[in-house]
Structures are given as structure tokens and as C-alpha cells.
């Protein structure tokens, strides 16, 4: 084809960029502006009250802050597990229960699909309550633990055992949601290398870990991908069910640079929460862009 | 399901899986009905339900008790507006201006168009709760705290990628020459858009709105920052902030989960099928 330069081809390039104008201000105004915005933040002490302009600053005090900060390691080592475990568990249940949808076709497989998904469709807030009234003293779970004479952990208010609540209360709702993605692969699967392996005589178990599995590795790329930036978005749950506490113990990123800079019983140091704001952005970067590097490998 | 692949022969791992499948349903189940246990107990019995979780008394009283009980933070009836204004904005919003943005991806050339869809795609792994002192002093800036706006067009921002990812997607699987002999007919580039590939785009459309609907409608961190004037507060804010530390009247508070999360349950029961299939779609495209 021939590259035009005439008039119209020039004004139809040009009015391309309309196209893509509106989304462009958007995003500078509401994401990109912001993150700069952080990262000047993050060079000053602030507390949010006087003016912004005549904020010192303080060069990379706030970094320095941060790695010697016990609560910020505490803080990063918990998002880090939180994103870990929380995707391992719910990528092996959302595909267990996938397959079993898929390739067993229990009765009412179709109800019990929405009923897996259903968690997904209610607010993180609305689950969190739940959970953490569930677990309350004297609630239920209690109940049927001393029913059973078994001893009664203090779920949410043990440093040790809190995370591991968290962890599980955000698998119980957003497994469904991973199940949907595998389900969404499984339909698509060619039948005729089932069946070859069914000949062959392997069993579900093979069936599901040697054939269907390996299949379905772009499907777990993907899942992998979304529940580890997920992962690193935790705040809603332990807002509601924890406040962070005790003593830090459920502390994520999200909430402890909430914390540090909103929290009527943080230090309201608004350029240290930048700071954390800034480190955690550049950690994700780094970790997508070696991703995409790794996939295209693979 | 859809495929017509045969059922699976049982053996012991299809035991296994299938009492998994019970099992799960049951863990899914039992903290919903706990809820609604505790929307019908007694204040003091809301607090100490026995493990099958049926009340002694049944209140019903608790849900008109309920309604008086948010009027004193936000009254249930304004939650429900303000989340669907900002609900039903952000989604108009950001399925325009996706549709535009994709539109453009797929099917024209333009310098430094890669460079803009990475840009757009980069909001995907910016993490909303840590972005919230940033955005928080931006919108303040702008001058949109206290207004409707200070919630709309962050979402629009945040929604934006997943759609565009979507969208691109489709409009690059339709046949080239759809494209081709629209621009010979002389029908402009927007004209096509609206009458030829929207129409043809509507299950990624579908899939895009069912998306966004659920991440606005339940969004909270943003919501906690940004509303400033308490008559704009929306669901997830105002139940997470009737809930004072230890005493809340929790049969009050679950019968206004029950009565905030109803409009949400409802769509999904009746449209179960499109949700689920429609988000299947999205990420087999994706």
C-alpha cells in the first residue's frame, strides 16, 4: 500500500490520537500525576497540615526511615507471605474444584459453580465482619470448640496465628473467582488427548495433574499474575477485621502506610508514607517486568 | 456445564474431589447463614450464637430497629444511592473512554501508540491502598473533595486497563475487512465504531460492565480516603464505619449488611449465568 501524505491521511493520523486523548488525561491526572507526586512527596517531612510548599525536605531520610523501621519490615514480610500463601492455596483449591466441576459433572454442577463465586460478588468489608464476629469470642466457631473440648484459640488477637486468618478469611472469598478463570480454560481443552489418555488408562488424578494441568499453564501465567498483584493490594480485610493490630502483627504495606499517614493514632508523617508508597510501586515494576521477561522465556 | 465432554470415571481421587466439593459449599455457606442468624437474634444473643446457629427468638423487629440505627451515621437508603451514582458514573465513564482507547489500539497506526497502551496497561499493577496518600492530596488539589467527582474519576482511572485489555483484544479478532469496507463506503472512523463494532463488541461489553460493576460497587479504600462529606458515603464505607470497635449492636449492624448487600445478591442470583459465563469469556480473551 501506498503511505499517503496527503492532507486527509495526515488529519486522520492526527485525529487518532483523540482516540486515546480522554483515557491519556485520566490516567496522568488520577495515577501517574499522583505517583510523581509521591515520589517529590517522599523527599519531605510532612504532616498534612501546614502548607505543602514549605514542607522541608528532607533528602532520602524517609528511605533511611524505612529500612530501619521494625514495623515497615514487619509490614513488608507480611504482604509478602500474605501474597505467597494466599495465591498457592487458592490457585490448588480454585483448580481442584474446577476440575471436579469440570471433568466429574457432579448434579447441579451449575449451582454449585455460582455458589463457588458467590463470596466474590459481596464487599471485602461485608466478609470481614462476618468472619471477624465468627471467630469473636463467644461466637460460633468457640462454641463448637468447646462443644468438642478442644482448646480455643484467641483467632485475631495472637500475633502468631492473626496473618494466618487473614490469609485464610481472603482465600474463602476469592477462590471462586480463580476457579472461574480455570473453568474458562477447561471448556476450551481439546478432547481428543483426553481421550487418548483415558485409553491409555490413566486415572483422574492423572488425568488432572499430568494432561489438564500442564494444558492449562497460560491459564495459571494469568492467575498467577492477578492474584499476586491481588496479593500486594490487601487492605479492605484487615481494615475491617484487624485494624493491622495486634501490636502490627496483620500489618500490610496498604494499611501501615494508611496508618503512618492518616490514622488518628499514627505519627500523620505523610512524606514516610510516600516513601512506602514509592518502594512497594517500584518492587511491583520490578516484579511485572521480569514476569513478562520470564513468559516470554518460558 | 456447556462442554459435552462425558463425566469422568469415579475412582478415589474422584471421591476426594467430590467430597471437597460438598465440603467447600458448606464452609461457603455457613458464614452467610451466620449473618442472617444474627440479623434476626437478640442483642444479646447476637454476640453468643451456638455453633448450628439458630436463635432462641426470632426478631424481625431488628431490620426496622436497622434503619434507625444507620439514619444516626448514614441512612441506608442514601448508601444505596450514593454507591449506585458512583457506580453507574464510573462505568459509563470508563466503558467510553476504554471503547475509545481500544478502538484506537486495534485498528489504527499512530506514533508512540505502544508506548500509550503500556502506559494505560501500567495502572493494572499500581496498588490502590498504597497510592493513597498521593491521591488523596491530588484530588484535594483539584478541588474535588466533597464532591461526587473525587471518587468517579480516580475509579474511572483504576478501572481503566482491564477493559482496555478486553476490548483491544476483541476489536482485533473482528474481520479486517469490516474495517476495510466501512472506510471505502466512506463512513467515518467514530460512525463504524457506534454502528458496525459496538454492536458486534456487546458480550465484551457485557463482560467489561459486569467487571466493573463489581470492583466500584464493593471499592473501599478509595471510598475511605476520599469522601469527605458524610452524605456521600457509600456501602462498604458506611458498614465498615457503623461498626465501632467492640460494642456495636451486631444484630443491627447484620441486618443492615443483609439489607445493603441485598440489591448486589439479587442481580447475581437472577443473572447468575451471564455473570459467571460472561467473566469466563473475558478471561479466555484476556
Redesign the interface.
Known sequence: MKRGFSKAAVR??A???L??L???A??G???????G??VW?SLRSWNGFSS?SSAPSVGFANYRQAFGDPVFHRALFDTVLFTVVSTIVQML?AF??A????????RF??A????????????????G???R??L?Q????D??LT?GHLPIPNWLGSTTLVMWVIIWVST?QW???TM??Y??????LP?DV?EAA?IDGA???T??RSVVAPMLRH?TA?ALLLNV?GG?????TI??MT?GGPDHASE????Y??WV??SSYGPGQ?GY??S??VI??CA??V??YFRTRVSRLV | ???S?P????????TF??I??VG??I??????L??LA?SVSTGNEA?????W?VPAHIVWDNYAQAFSFFAGVVPIPTLLANSAIVTASAIV?TM???I??S???AT???PGKRL?FY??L??????????????F???KT?GLIGTRFSLI??Y???G?PLP?LILTAFFKELPKELYEAAAIDGVT?LKTLWRIVLPLARPALATCVIYLG?QF??E??LA??LIQNPALTT??LG??SV?G?GVSP?QL??AG?VMT?LP??IL?LIF??Q??EG???G??K?
Open positions: 486522520e493520523k485525529s487518532s490520537y482516540y486515546v480522554p483515557a491519556l485520566v490516567f491526572m488520577f495515577i501517574a500525576f499522583p505517583f507526586f509521591a512527596l505543602l483449591i481442584v474444584l476440575f471436579t466441576l469440570w471433568y466429574f459433572k457432579p454442577a451449575r454449585l459453580r455460582a455458589l463457588y463465586f458467590f463470596p466474590a460478588v459481596l464487599s471485602m468489608i461485608v466478609v465482619l462476618a468472619w464476629q465468627l469473636a463467644g461466637g460460633p466457631i462454641a463448637a462443644a474463602w477462590s471462586g473467582w472461574i478463570l473453568l474458562a480454560g477447561m471448556v476450551g478432547q483426553m483415558r486415572g483422574s488424578f488425568m488432572m491459564v494469568l498483584v500486594f493490594q490487601v487492605f479492605d481494615y475491617v485494624g500490610t504495606l496498604g494499611t502506610s494508611w499517614a492518616f505523610l508514607a510516600a512506602i508508597a512497594m510501586i511491583l515494576f516484579f511485572s | 456445564m456447556s462442554s465432554y463425566a469422568g470415571r469415579r475412582d478415589r481421587f474422584g474431589s467430590k471437597l466439593a467447600w459449599a464452609i461457603l455457606i455457613y458464614p452467610v451466620f449473618i444474627m454476640n453468643n450464637l451456638p455453633a446457629l465513564g467510553a473512554l476504554a475509545l482507547v478502538y484506537a489500539f489504527m497506526n499512530f500509550v502506559t494505560v501500567l495502572g493494572l499493577v499500581v496498588p490502590i491502598p498504597v497510592m493513597l496518600v498521593p491521591e492530596i491530588t484530588v483539584y474519576l480516580p474511572i482511572a483504576f481503566l482496555t472512523r463489581l460497587w464493593n473501599f479504600s475511605l480516603v456501602v462498604p458498614l465498615a461498626q470497635h451486631w449492624v447484620a449488611v448487600s448486589i445478591v447475581f447468575q449465568r455473570f459467571i467473566l469466563m469469556r478471561s479466555v484476556g
